[in-house]
């Protein structure tokens, strides 16, 4: 975690934003696989504030509050997304399968505690 922290702050230093705001990207994915969602958002929220017309932080926001079983918010930052990836974008498809994808890991597993309470 230091490495990145050390890295994206040479970024910086150098002016190189784009390299900087991939690393505070990475950063933010770490903290998600750690589970500390709270912090993942933060870091989404700052690369949000920098640039908002970046359509990557909003996929992740959507998809840390579905894991966190807020569909309401996800839903918002998904709709985010969508207005903003390129139509051209070689990956778009992708993005909206992963999108999908975890919207119905979230259903199933809410689906199967439900049953498991039955």
């Not at 918002?76 to 969508?82: D, G, I, L, N, R």
């Not at 975890?102 to 505690?113: G, H, I, M, R, Y």
């Amino acid at each position: 975690m230091k490495r990145i922290e050390s890295a994206m702050n040479r970024c910086k230093k150098e002016k190189n934003a784009s390299d900087a705001r991939d690393f505070k990207l990475l950063l933010a994915q770490i903290r998600v696989m750690e589970e500390k969602y709270g912090e993942a958002l933060n870091v989404y929220d700052e690369l949000v504030k920098e640039e908002p017309r970046d359509f990557r932080p909003y996929l992740c926001q959507g998809i840390i509050y579905t894991l966190m079983r807020k569909r309401e918010e996800a839903e918002k930052k998904f709709e985010q997304f969508k207005k903003l990836v390129p139509k051209n974008h070689p990956y778009r498809e992708y993005f909206i399968d992963n999108m999908f994808a975890t919207k119905f890991f979230s259903d199933k597993v809410d689906t199967e505690k439900a049953w498991s309470r039955s």
